[in-house]
């Protein structure tokens, strides 16, 4: 079992930033990939960016490519998601997911990850 905690959402206006972080614990490992989706009430649950367990590789929805990034804390078991220039169109409900070798299956496929975590909202408004 993997137990992931995030924090960080909020209100924010169009053009500033947020960072959400998601800590981890439990059975983890190196071959877990820790990816972060959104999603928005009626809609699926979209991948926005995810981060090999070691930090080396990363990956990133087309939408927030330059505007978002995605890194570790090895001290602390901790991912962030840093996310500048806020538009209206990021607002929704963001969560961090674990997977057991997502990438095999693929890291922007939420059945990807078999662990989530609650949930934090984050509001841009214009």
């Known amino acids: 079992q993997v137990q992931l905690v995030e924090s960080g959402g909020g209100l924010v206006q169009a053009g500033g930033s947020l960072r959400l972080s998601c800590a981890a614990s439990?059975?983890?490992?190196?071959?877990?990939?820790v990816g972060w989706f959104r999603q928005i009430p009626g809609k699926e649950r979209d991948f926005v960016a995810a981060i090999s367990w070691n930090g080396a590789r990363t990956d990133y929805a087309d939408s927030v490519k330059g505007r978002f990034t995605i890194f570790r804390d090895n001290a602390k078991n901790t991912f962030y998601l840093q996310m500048n220039s806020l538009n209206p169109e990021d607002t929704a409900v963001y969560y961090c997911?674990?997977?057991?070798?997502?990438?095999?299956?693929?890291?922007?496929?939420?059945?990807?990850?078999?662990?989530w975590g609650q949930g934090t909202q984050v509001t841009v408004s214009s």
């Open positions: 439990g059975r983890t490992s190196s071959s877990y990939v």
């Open positions: 997911a674990a997977g057991f070798n997502a990438q095999a299956v693929g890291v922007s496929r939420p059945r990807s990850y078999a662990y």
